[in-house]
C-alpha cells in the first residue's frame, strides 16, 4: 500500500469513527429522541445493542490489525440505518440529516474496505499478485 | 457410480446462489413485517449476495469460485487446514516428511533430557535397502574410548588451528532466515555445549556475535557482509572479521544440498531494515544470491579463490557444496593436487538438505543424495592420496545417531546439522520457514512471533541434544569394538544389494 493510500484509508476511518462515535453518548444515556427512533422501529434495548456493536466497530476501526473488520460492522450498521429510514424512519428534518450521516459513514467504511481489500478475509487470496506457491 | 446419497454440488453451488438474494429478500420483508431485529440478516445476506456477485462475476484469477461461488470457498478454506489435519490426525509416526514423528520425537526428547529407550521393536520397514551399522562380538568398554578430537588447518600448518571436541557443528543458518531471538538461542546452546556455530550467509553475523560462542563465517555466493558493489570480494571487510577472537573458520559454500546450482533466496516477506543493512540489500524484492562465486569461473579460479581466502584470513577456510557429479568432484580434487592446493576442510551437504526458501524442483530433485556423495567424496580423496590433506564433513538429516553412525563409517570427520538444531529449539515442522509466520517463533522477524522462543530455556536445550547425542554416539561406537569414531570405516556397514550406495560399492 502506497502511503497516500494508507493516509486516505485513515482519513476516512476517522470519519466514520467520529460520526458513529459523537451518537454513543446519546444512545448510552438514553436520549429521548434516540429512544424514540428506535421505538419507532420497535427495537426495545436497540439503542444498547446498536450502541455496543457501533463502539465496537469504532475500536476496531482504530486498531491497525483490525481495521478491516471494523469498516465491515460499521458497513453493515450503516446500511442496517439505512433501511430504517427508507423503511420506516423517512428522511424529514433532522431525520434527514442522521440518515445522511449514515450514508457518509457507508461510504467511508467502503471506501476504506476498498483501499485495504488485500487485507480482507475471503477476499485477499483472490487479489494477491500472484498466486504461485512460493516456499 | 453414482450413490443415492451423493450430493451434486453444482446443483447445490447453483441453488445456493440463487437463494443468497432471496433470502436477503425474504429477511427484509420479515424485518419490515415482524421485527426490525429480522434486518441483522438482511444485512448480512446482503453482504454474502454482493461477495458472491464479486466471485462469479467480478474476479478472474480463481475459476473454482468463478463457476460455483460462496460454496467453492469450502473447498479452499478445507485445503488450507488440510496440512495440519493430516500432522496431526491422519499421518502414522513413521510417514510424515522431512522427518517423521519418531525421528522428530527423538530429538525433542534428547534435548528435554528425557529418556529415549523404546519398547517391543523397530517401526522401520526391514526391507532390502536399509544400511545397517554392524557390532562387534567383543564391543570395546565406554570407560576405554578415545576422546573425540579433531583439528582444522594442521595440514597447511598455520598457526590459529581450530580443534573441537565433539563431532558435532550448528550447520549453516543465516540471520534472514532464522530470527535472532533462535540465532541468539542456538548461538548460547553452541557456547554452553562446547561446539561451534555455522553463521551462513546473513552477512555480518551480528547477533551470532552476541553469544561468544565459536563460530564460523560462511562466505555465500552473494558474499554479504563482506562485498564489494559489484559482488566480488571485499579483502578488507573479510580480514576485519576473519580477525574476531570468536570466529574461528571460514566456510566458502560452493553450493547447497536443496538448491545446488541455485543461489540462496531469501522472500521479501522476511526482509527487515536491519536485515537490508546487515546484507546491503533492498526491502522491496526476493533477495536472490547468484549460483556461484563470480571468482570461481573453473577449476583453476577456483582453487585460486581458496588460496586467496586463506591468504586473507589466517584461520583454517573449507568449503561446503553438494556433489552434482562425483567425475566432477575428482576433477577438482585433481586440481587441488595439482596447484597444491587444498581447502581445510570439505562439508558434503546432500540434497535431501533443508532450507528457508528454494523453488520445488531443486528441493526434491537436484543433487546427489548424503550417503553416496560423501561415500564417493571419501573414495576419491583416498584414491588421489590426499584424504590426509583435510577433512571431511557431512550434512543432510542427520538429526539423530543412528544416522550420523552411517555418516562416520562412510568418511565423515564429525556431522552438520541444520534442522536437527532447529527441533532442538522446538521445531514443530510447520513448513513455514519461507513465510515469516514460523509459530514456533523460529524463522521468523514477526515481534509477537519470536516473543515465544526463551533463548535461556532453548539453549539448554540445544546443549542437551549436543550432551546426548554424543552419549549415544559413544555407546554405538563401543558396539563396533571401535576406539573412536576415527576408526569407523566402511567395512562397519552392512550394505544390502539395494541400498542408495550399492552402485558405489565396486563388485557389488
Ligand atoms: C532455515 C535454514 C536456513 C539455511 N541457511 C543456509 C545458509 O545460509 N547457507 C547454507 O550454506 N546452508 C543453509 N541451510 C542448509 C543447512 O546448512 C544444511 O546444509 C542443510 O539443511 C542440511 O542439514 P540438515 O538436514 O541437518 O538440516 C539452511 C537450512 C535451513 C533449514
Known amino acids: ?135 | 457410480m453414482k450413490s443415492k446419497i451423493s450430493i451434486d454440488l453444482h446443483k447445490l453451488s447453483r441453488f445456493v446462489n440463487l437463494f443468497l438474494p432471496i433470502l436477503a429478500i425474504i429477511f427484509f420483508l420479515a424485518g419490515l413485517k415482524l421485527s426490525f431485529y429480522y434486518h441483522f440478516l438482511t444485512v448480512s445476506f446482503l453482504f454474502a449476495t454482493a461477495l458472491n456477485v464479486f466471485y462469479l462475476y467480478l474476479q478472474n484469477g480463481h475459476a473454482l469460485l468463478r463457476n460455483f461461488g460462496l460454496l467453492a470457498q469450502g473447498r479452499y478454506m478445507l485445503e488450507s487446514v488440510g496440512p495440519e489435519l493430516r500432522q496431526y490426525l491422519y499421518a502414522s509416526d513413521t510417514e510424515e516428511k522431512p522427518f517423521n514423528r519418531l525421528e522428530r520425537a527423538e530429538v525433542y526428547r534428547k534435548s528435554q533430557n528425557i529418556d529415549s529407550a523404546s519398547s517391543f521393536g523397530s517401526l522401520h520397514t526391514f526391507d532390502a535397502t536399509e544400511l545397517k551399522i554392524r557390532h562387534s562380538l567383543f564391543p570395546t568398554p565406554t570407560s576405554e574410548l578415545t576422546p573425540y578430537s579433531l583439528t582444522f588447518g594442521e595440514e597447511r600448518g598455520i598457526e590459529n588451528t581450530h580443534t573441537i571436541r565433539k563431532p558435532y557443528i550448528i550447520s549453516a543458518m543465516s540471520y534472514g532466515a532464522l530470527g535472532k531471538n533462535a540465532v541468539r538461542a542456538l548461538a548460547r546452546g553452541a557456547k554452553l555445549a562446547d561446539i561451534t556455530m555455522n553463521t551462513g550467509e546473513g552477512g555480518y553475523p551480528k547477533y551470532h556475535l552476541m553469544e561468544g560462542c565459536d563460530l564460523i563465517f560462511q562466505l555465500g555466493t552473494a558474499k554479504f557482509g563482506v562485498r564489494n558493489k559489484d559482488g566480488t570480494l571485499n579483502e578488507e571487510k573479510l580480514k576485519e572479521i576473519a580477525d574476531k577472537p570468536t570466529i574461528k573458520m571460514i566456510e566458502i559454500k560452493l553450493s547447497q544440498g536443496a538448491k545446488p546450482g541455485k543461489g540462496g533466496l531469501l522472500p521479501k516477506e522476511k526482509i527487515s531494515d536491519e536485515i537490508a543493512e546487515l546484507r546491503g540489500v533492498s526491502k522491496e524484492h526476493d533477495v536472490v544470491s547468484p549460483a556461484f562465486h563470480s571468482e570461481c569461473k573453473d577449476y583453476t579460479s577456483l582453487t585460486q579463490f581458496i588460496k586467496r581466502v586463506q591468504n586473507i584470513a589466517n584461520i583454517p577456510v573449507g568449503i561446503k557444496l553438494c556433489i552434482g557429479d562425483l567425475a566432477q568432484f575428482e576433477n577438482m580434487i585433481q586440481e587441488f593436487k595439482k596447484q597444491d592446493i587444498f581447502p581445510d576442510w570439505i562439508t558434503i551437504d546432500g540434497s535431501e538438505g533443508g532450507t528457508g526458501a528454494a523453488p520445488r524442483a531443486f528441493i526434491d530433485r537436484v543433487g546427489m543424495p548424503l550417503l553416496p556423495a560423501l561415500k564417493g567424496a571419501n573414495d576419491a580423496l583416498n584414491e588421489a592420496g590426499v584424504r590426509n590433506r583435510l577433512k571431511l564433513l557431512a550434512s543432510g538429516k542427520l538429526i539423530g545417531p543412528g544416522r550420523q553412525m552411517l555418516a562416520f563409517c562412510l568418511g565423515a570427520d564429525a556431522i552438520c546439522s541444520a534442522r536437527g538444531f532447529m527441533l532442538s529449539l522446538g521445531c514443530i515442522q510447520a513448513i513455514q520457514c519461507g513465510s515469516n509466520a514460523c509459530p514456533v517463533g523460529i524463522t521468523t522477524h514477526d515481534p509477537k512471533l519470536e516473543h515465544g522462543l526463551d533463548i535461556s530455556i532453548k539453549a539448554a536445550r540445544v546443549r542437551n541434544y549436543v550432551n546426548n547425542l554424543k552419549h549415544d554416539i559413544d555407546e554405538l561406537v563401543a558396539a563396533t569394538g571401535c576406539q573412536s569414531i576415527n576408526d569407523l570405516s566402511f567395512k562397519h556397514l552392512y550394505v544390502p544389494a539395494d541400498s542408495s550406495i550399492s552402485p558405489h560399492v565396486p563388485n557389488n
Not at chain 1, 438514553?30 to 439503542?47: D, K, Q, R, S, V
Not at chain 1, 450502541?51 to 460492522?73: D, F, H, K, R
Not at chain 1, 429510514?85 to 467511508?108: D, M, Y
Request: aromatic share 6%.
Open chain 1, 1 to 135: 500500500m502506497t502511503k497516500a493510500a494508507k493516509t486516505t484509508s485513515w482519513v476516512f476511518q476517522i470519519i466514520a469513527v467520529i460520526i458513529m462515535g459523537q451518537t454513543l453518548a446519546f444512545k448510552f444515556s438514553g436520549h429521548p429522541t434516540t429512544l424514540a427512533i428506535f421505538e419507532e422501529i420497535n427495537m426495545p434495548y436497540g439503542h444498547i445493542i446498536i450502541g455496543v456493536l457501533e463502539l465496537a466497530a469504532c475500536i476496531l476501526l482504530l486498531m491497525p490489525q483490525s481495521i478491516v473488520y471494523g469498516a465491515t460492522l460499521g458497513a453493515g450498521l450503516m446500511t442496517g440505518a439505512i433501511i430504517g429510514h427508507i423503511t420506516e424512519l423517512g428522511w424529514e428534518g433532522e431525520r434527514g440529516q442522521l440518515g445522511l450521516l449514515a450514508i457518509a459513514t457507508l461510504v467511508s467504511c467502503n471506501i476504506v474496505l476498498f483501499i485495504r481489500r488485500k487485507d480482507i478475509p475471503l477476499i485477499k487470496g483472490i487479489l494477491s499478485e500472484s498466486n504461485l506457491p512460493k516456499d
